[in-house]
């Protein structure tokens, strides 16, 4: 992945617009954090192809980015991203990662169903 | 019935951090292991600083870096069930306990090691010991093997008791210590490089720990 430039960003979240897409939405904070005493509770959530249709997506902020995905009846929301991948074709993956590379939050779309 | 080792374990890496030294030594005596391991870790968070993974690739990188390591530790079989990081707990249990009785029967393991249902930490070490506790007590009990149930749970000496089975593996530690490599993507942040010298002082020490000793309960099943 690469540290998110907002320009690029932009146009490939506008090429997913109006269509049905697939989303994966993950946020963590790890399976050990409570184990670890690095937090008092262990708390994630993540949805793996959920389908969703948005009719405005942006990405703002000067870094960690947010990106805001408005559907008809919601919207998706994430925040905390730092990286983004182009490189597999019809997907647009982004994260947030911590200094040492930890992934803390993710939204990914895609064409396809991600692989399960 | 020669002895065999039957190891099931929800993630790439469990069967190396939790006991890789204890199947080493017993790999290095001839004994042959078969490991059952229930998902690809698809939902670990180490990408890596530079990356080495995304969320869409981290499967395949930690796939290979399974079958490096049971290459480094000895395990000559191993089945992937095919599970998803994270949703054991939430799967058809019958399904499951069939795969895992089927694989009982047919390698007729002597000792089988999986983590101690409830004091194993991670929802899927839980949901996954208890699976295969359910297995092995559908065999007949002459037919039932040992088992050595894994348990890092904090404190969960204070309910379970201390471990009856300690195991030196200091004589395989650079078996263990390939192995742990192996896993590149998972041991990379708990081993930092030489330069972050005040981070690397407790780590190494929970490294040497983790190079000297495994320990064990011996489950009995009703």
């Known amino acids: ?18 269509r049905e897409v697939y989303l994966h939405l993950e946020t963590t904070n790890g399976a050990y954090a409570a184990h670890r005493q690095e937090s008092k509770m262990t708390v ?9 249709s948005f009719i405005r997506g942006t990405i703002t902020g000067e870094g960690p980015y947010r990106v805001g995905l408005k559907m008809q009846d919601g919207w998706v929301y994430a925040e905390g991203l730092t990286d983004f ?6 997907k647009l993956l982004l994260a947030g ?12 779309l895609s064409m396809e169903p991600f692989e399960l | 019935m020669g002895q065999h080792i039957l190891v099931v374990f929800p993630h790439p890496d469990d069967e ?17 292991i078969t490991y059952i391991c229930g998902t690809l870790g698809q939902m670990g968070r180490n990408m890596g600083n530079p990356f080495f993974a995304n969320r869409e690739t981290l499967s ?15 395990i000559q079989h191993l089945i992937k069930l095919g599970l998803r990081d ?28 999986t983590h101690y249902p409830g004091y194993a930490v991670h929802p899927d070490h839980n949901a996954l010991g208890e699976l295969t506790i359910k297995a092995v007590s559908r065999l007949s009990t002459q037919d039932r093997p040992t088992i050595y149930a894994h348990a890092f749970a904090r404190n969960c000496q204070d309910v379970i008791g201390p471990p009856d089975i300690v195991n030196d593996i200091s004589a395989v530690a650079d078996v263990k210590c390939a192995a742990i490599l192996a896993h590149r993507s998972q041991s990379q942040v708990m081993f930092p490089r030489d330069n972050k010298t005040e981070v690397n002082e ?11 000793r495994e320990s064990f309960w011996t489950y009995r099943c009703f």
């Open chain 1, 1 to 18: 992945m690469h540290p998110i430039d907002r320009s690029i960003v932009q146009p490939a979240l506008d090429r997913f617009l109006n």
């Open chain 1, 44 to 52: 994630g959530a993540y949805i793996r192809n959920g389908r969703i």
């Open chain 1, 85 to 90: 991948d182009l490189g597999q074709e019809g």
């Open chain 1, 97 to 108: 990662h911590d200094e040492e590379g930890r992934l803390a939050v993710a939204l990914e």
């Open chain 2, 16 to 32: 190396t951090f939790g006991c890789g030294g204890t199947l080493a030594l017993f790999a290095k005596s001839g004994i042959p």
């Open chain 2, 60 to 74: 395949k990188i930690r796939e290979a870096e399974l079958e490096k390591a049971c290459k480094a530790i000895g």
């Open chain 2, 86 to 113: 994270k949703t054991i707990e939430f799967e058809d249990p019958e399904p499951i306990v069939n795969r895992i009785e089927q694989i009982l029967r047919e390698v007729q393991p002597s000792l089988v090691l």
């Open chain 2, 202 to 212: 407790p780590t190494k020490n929970a490294y040497s720990h983790m190079l000297q």
